[in-house]
């Protein structure tokens, strides 16, 4: 099967080395009646897309509306787009570039390409890529607090417990969302989305100023150590762990927290004592475990 990316890279090449003419005079301006039209039409796409979205498929990502896999793959299907992902021996070529491996830093990026299905030589080839230091995974990642040009900021140590199949459902996802945008030659922005009906208030909402950005260092610290005593309680499954914090953190109405950035400092007490509990029992068991091993 050929292989998408090296034909990314072929085209990158031919249009590096591309020399564009230069014409005498004025340059032509686009037809005024033209420019309407494809106003029009885009305003008419971006409808149809988002009668087929639930709210609940994006999310507001610092400002950005991101589209999650089901939200993409329900647009292409409207508009008739195919998109087909890189494979190699069977399986998604999915490609690791390793930045750190003391810290589990590395980025994922995978190559598609994406045609309407009643012209499939005119594909077009795109690439999407998730980096696992990025803000999105910040429910797995370990961070603190240092101060960089005079500023204090939060900043990734480690993402040493992030499932790498996250980091792969994001590539995916940014690689749909980029073939569609650039096929359909539209963007998704929170107005258009809007005006097109969509209610930004009933969207998923992640914001790069959590409440973790006001946390003191000590209370960084408390929130890694009861986290990673969780997921240790939890032998290192994520999202079981995240059901613990959230089982510990609630309250009447209240579901609780599923992310220990969002506990705040009063509940960090009577968290972290229940989860020394826990934790303590937890030894215990290993210690009886090991020594009934030992025994026999």
Known sequence: ?????????????????????????????????????????????????????????????????????????????????????????????????????????????????VWHFKSPENYEVYEGSADSFDDWFRQWQITEKKEID??????????????????????TANLLQRCIKKKLGISFTWEELEEAGIDKSKCRGFSFNSSKDADSAETIEKKKEVWNKIVEICKGNVELAKKTLQKHTAFNDFAGHADINKVSEKQLEFLAKKVDSEYQKYLKKLEENVNGTDET
Do not use: W
């Open 150 to 171: 005079g500023k204090e900021k939060t900043i990734v140590i480690s993402a040493q417990t992030l499932p790498i199949s996250k980091v792969q459902e994001k590539a």
């Open 1 to 113: 099967m050929e292989n998408y990316a090296e034909v990314v890279e072929e085209k990158n090449i031919l249009q590096q080395n591309e020399v564009l003419p230069i014409s005498a005079g004025v340059f032509d301006l686009p037809d005024p009646e033209e420019v309407a039209r494809r106003a029009v039409q885009t305003k008419k796409m971006l409808a149809a897309a988002c009668s087929v979205v639930s709210p609940q498929n994006i999310t507001d990502f610092g400002g950005t509306p991101y589209f999650d896999n089901i939200a993409c793959k329900r647009i292409a299907n409207l508009f008739g787009l195919i998109v087909r992902q890189d494979e190699l021996n069977g399986s998604i070529n999915y490609r690791k570039e390793v930045v750190d491996e003391s810290t589990n830093h590395y980025i994922i990026k995978i190559t598609g390409r």
